[in-house]
């Protein structure tokens, strides 16, 4: 029997009670799947705290059509199948339950469809091209699903095109047309890091290295460093998103650098990724979908930023802001329906978002159910780290600095 069977198993036969509890409480429970412990806790960690203090507002504000809120976190460690379905049966057995929230949870997403079945409000942020691969052949069936990520195919072709035309500009001297590229081997990290590869073949690039290495804990990337000394590449890039990785794998790179940009994939906007690494990661650049659009032309970023640190005393990154919107959009689609167990009209409400967030502007496509992707909505966002700073100089509409090229590069 599938991990999908059991869990069914364990919830079949709740669903008439769950919305008959839910429409008659005053208290309507919040679940969130996270990493709170494990490699990714720190991104698990910023998902309960952008949750909680969205609860927090509301309930502070008198609750929404009568009711208030309660949150409930199911950890879901090192997002192992087993970890997931164990969390998510629980939040889903919960009478009280009326939408359940993650940033990610699993790295196939396989949780969509039990979500799905029991027709359940889940929104969640990463992992968009799984999230698009099992709604978008029939995008009806998932009508309480949506994500507040847009597509990711932007990572996989937008990083050719910038650095070009860095070079370009002047801005950045390339010592040849060589890219360099490791990932871990995870369906977020692994994606990107294929989709890059081909996005550089096509425009012409040499790949002299295209590693992948096991998912988990990552302590030693010199074997891999090694080859890349051996013929050095204009652009050396890891996908591994997790923070403490990528803060071993820049130290690793400065005992010996090569004339090369470094790019890393998301782990550079995680605060920890900057309490690990200080001034060792000034010249790094990285890139976010759906990443806090923090500039002038976005005063929302600002204003939940600046909640965020209060209530918390530390910064957030992506996923505490991520979660507080999240919640915010099924509270106004819940006080469009009125009633918290009509989850489908709930989720129909949802899929009209026309909103200024902190992301930029959230509308989702009715054929994936992703957030829609374009300077106009969700951008890509390029960043480079400096002296502790982070300054966004792509795309330029939005930029707070400039590109400088590293110290490291001769």
Known sequence: MNMKSILMGAVTGLSFALSAAVAQADVVKIGVLAPLSGKASADGHEVANGAQ??????????GVAGHTFELVVGDVGESSADAVATAAERLLSDRQMGAIFAGYAS???????????QDMIYFLSANSAQTEGIISPNPDDFGT??????????????????IESLSASGALDLPNKKVAIVASDN???????????????SAGWEITENDLLPFGEINDWRAFLAKVRQNPPAVLINTDYVSSNAATF??????????????????????????????????????????????????????????????????SGTYGIALYEQVMIYAEALGKVGDPSKRKEI??????????????????????????????????????IWDGDRYLFYPEKYATGKFAEPGWMK
């Not at 699903?145 to 910038?162: A, C, D, R």
């Not at 200024?356 to 960043?383: C, E, W």
Request: hydrophobic share 35%.
């Open 53 to 62: 203090l969205a609860v927090d507002e509301l309930n502070a504000a008198g």
């Open 107 to 117: 790295g196939s997403n396989f949780e969509i469809e039990l979500m799905a079945e």
């Open 145 to 162: 699903i949506w994500s507040l990520t847009p597509s990711y195919n932007g990572y996989n072709t937008e990083i050719v095109p910038v």
């Open 187 to 201: 369906p977020y990290s692994k994606g990107i890091a294929e989709g890059m590869a081909e996005s550089f073949k």
């Open 250 to 315: 820049v130290s690793q790179f400065l005992e010996d650098p090569t004339d090369s940009l470094v790019f890393i994939q998301y782990a550079p906007s995680v605060p920890e990724f900057l309490d690990l690494t200080k001034e060792k990661s000034t010249g790094v650049i990285y890139n976010l979908l759906g990443g806090v659009l923090n500039t002038p032309k976005n005063p929302r970023a600002a204003e939940v930023l600046a909640k965020y640190k209060a209530a918390y005393n530390t910064e």
């Open 347 to 384: 989720g129909a409400a949802m899929g009209q978002t026309d909103k200024q967030t902190a992301m930029g502007r959230i509308r989702f496509d009715p054929k994936t159910h992703l957030s829609i992707q374009d300077n106009d909505h969700v951008p890509i966002q390029f960043y480079q």
